[in-house]
T-cell receptor, first 110, second 113 residues
């Protein structure tokens, strides 16, 4: 049972580049979410989805897009990376109020 | 808006001793969940313990227990018989039923032999 799988684990981008952070879960959970973790600020919600075809914005959505075409996958897209998006990104799926986190992606934008 | 406050950026404890991490939250809801997550250096977020607001009994998981004071909106985590492997960042989190998870800023726990 893989749980929540995030790829890549590390990524370095140049300002203005685009990329997609992948997230997949094999637990058939409807609710999935993306967080970013910055020093001294805890985890902040970027976007979330309550099921396939349904997404909504969280606390810090600017600069990020998401889609949910299947229950399993919830990719996070950076359209034009900025240094302010340097962070650790976590994907999570939720069942019965308990969140299951992926291992995180450390992203640096130069 | 709901907020979660962890007023202790860092705490330390000696191995085998007990330590308590503080958490307060602000909400007007009566039905919600509270969590403590552990984040070791591996970066993985690990659920330590969960409390449902409608339950008066404090949750316990082995060496981890909480002191849930609903009226005071306080949710502290007690770690008994501390072990070196308990060293990590600890995050308190709040979730209204059917809603998003809101995290505090975390407490870094050091455990000394």
């Amino acid at each position: 049972n893989a749980g929540v799988t995030q790829t890549p684990k590390f990524q370095v981008l140049k300002t203005g580049q685009s990329m997609t952070l992948q997230c997949a879960q094999d637990m058939n959970h409807e609710y999935m979410s993306w967080y970013r973790q910055d020093p001294g600020m805890g985890l902040r919600l970027i976007h979330y989805s309550v099921g396939a075809g349904i997404t909504d914005q969280g606390e810090v959505p600017n600069g990020y897009n998401v889609s949910r075409s299947t229950t399993e996958d919830f990719p996070l897209r950076l359209l034009s990376a900025a240094p302010s998006q340097t962070s650790v990104y976590f994907c999570a799926s939720t069942l019965l109020g308990i969140q299951y986190f992926g291992a995180g992606t450390r992203l640096s934008v130069l | 808006a709901q907020t979660v406050t962890q007023s202790q950026p860092e705490m330390s404890v000696q191995e085998a001793e007990t330590v308590t991490l503080s958490c307060t939250y602000d909400t007007s809801e009566s039905d919600y969940y509270l969590f403590w997550y552990k984040q070791p250096p591996s970066r993985q977020m690990i659920l330590v313990i969960r409390q449902e607001a409608y339950k008066q009994q404090n949750a316990t998981e082995n060496r981890f227990s909480v002191n849930f004071q609903k009226a005071a909106k306080s949710f502290s985590l007690k770690i008994s018989d501390s072990q070196l492997g308990d060293a990590a960042m600890y995050f308190c989190a709040y979730r209204r039923k059917g809603d998003k998870l809101i995290f505090g800023t975390g407490t870094r726990l050091q455990v000394f032999p």
